[in-house]
C-alpha cells in the first residue's frame, strides 16, 4: 500500500475532481479515419485503440454478432469489439460509473454508419438496486465492487453508489433478439468477475461466448480456483489472455492460478 492510499484510507481525502473528454481522429491501417472520444483524466491518457485490436478480435467475432462489455470504462474496449462486429451487429457496454459514463456514452454516438455501441449506466449485479463501488482516487477513476477483500488490502478509499441490475434478465427483458447472436462476452470488474459471470450462466450455457475475465491482483487462491472450475464445468478451455492483439495465451489450469499476481484469461467453448 502506497503512504497516499493509507492516508486517504484514514479520511485524509482530496475533493472530488472530474476531467472533460476530447475526440480524437484515429487512424487505423485497416479502418481509415475512426473518431475516439478520451476522457482527459490524468491516469486515462494511456486508454486508446488501434488496428492490432480490432483484427484480434476479428479472429473470433464476425459481422453481425453480439458482444457484451462488462466494466466498459471510456469505451477503449467497446470501440474495437464495435467495430469488428460492424454496423449490423452490437456491442452493449456497460459502465455505472457516472463521471466515465458520458465519455462511453460519446463513443457510443460517434462513428454511427460503422459501429452500434448501446452504453448501459449500470453494473452487473445478481440482483437490481443500488450498490457501493470503491475507486482508487477522488476523480472516481479505476475501481468496482472488491466482493470479499478487505479495504486495507484492495486500498480503494473513494466510495460511490452505483445501480446494478441482473444482466441476464435485463437481456431476456430488453434484448430478447440479439441473445441468440451473443459471440463474446469481456468482464474487468476489480474481483467481482466470478459472482458476474455466475449470475450469467443459463445464458452462456443457451449461447456458448467466448468470455475475457480479469483475475485480480488481490484474488485470494480459492476463489481463483473457483473460477477456473466455473469455466470447465460449463466445458470452456481456460487460457491465459495473452494480449490486446494475440487472446489466446498458455493453458491455465487450477494448479497454475498463483502463477501471476494480475492477468485476464481467455475462455474458449468447447467445439
Known amino acids: 500500500m502506497k503512504l497516499k492510499e493509507l492516508a486517504y484510507l484514514l479520511g485524509l481525502k482530496p475533493p472530488l475532481r472530474t476531467y472533460g473528454v476530447e475526440v480524437l481522429c484515429v487512424d487505423l491501417s485497416g479502418e481509415g479515419c475512426i473518431d475516439f472520444a478520451r476522457w482527459l483524466h490524468p491516469r486515462d491518457r494511456g486508454h486508446g485503440i488501434d488496428q492490432g485490436m480490432v483484427d484480434a478480435l476479428r479472429t473470433f467475432l464476425r459481422p453481425g454478432d453480439v458482444a457484451i462489455d462488462i466494466g466498459a470504462h471510456c469505451g477503449d474496449t467497446a470501440v474495437p469489439m464495435a467495430l469488428a462486429v460492424g454496423r449490423q451487429g452490437a456491442v452493449l457496454a456497460l459502465e455505472p460509473n457516472p463521471y466515465v459514463f458520458p465519455v462511453l456514452a460519446r ?11 448501446i452504453p448501459l449506466m449500470f453494473a ?96 485470494r487462491r480459492a476463489r481463483r480456483i473457483k473460477m477456473i472450475g466455473f469455466f470447465e464445468r460449463l466445458g ?7 494480449g490486446e492483439r494475440a487472446y489466446r495465451g498458455e493453458h491455465v489450469s487450477a494448479a497454475d492460478v498463483m502463477r501471476w499476481t494480475h492477468y485476464d484469461i481467455f475462455c474458449v467453448p468447447a467445439g
Open 124 to 219: 452487473a449485479t445478481p440482483t437490481d438496486g443500488e450498490f457501493e463501488f470503491e475507486y482508487s482516487d477522488a476523480a472516481f477513476s479505476n475501481g468496482g465492487r472488491h466482493e470479499g477483500i478487505s479495504r486495507w488490502r484492495h486500498a480503494h478509499a473513494f466510495q460511490l453508489k452505483v445501480q446494478g441490475r441482473n444482466l441476464q434478465n435485463y437481456l431476456r427483458a430488453e434484448h430478447a433478439s440479439l441473445v441468440p447472436r451473443l459471440r463474446y462476452v469481456k468482464v474487468d470488474a476489480e474481483g467481482y468477475d466470478l459472482t458476474i459471470l455466475r449470475s450469467l450462466e443459463d445464458t452462456l450455457l443457451e449461447t456458448r461466448p467466448f468470455i475475457r475475465a480479469e483475475v485480480y491482483r488481490h484474488t
Open 107 to 117: 463513443n457510443a454516438e460517434l462513428n454511427p454508419d460503422r459501429t452500434h455501441i
Open 236 to 242: 470452456y478451455t481456460v487460457y491465459k489472455f495473452g
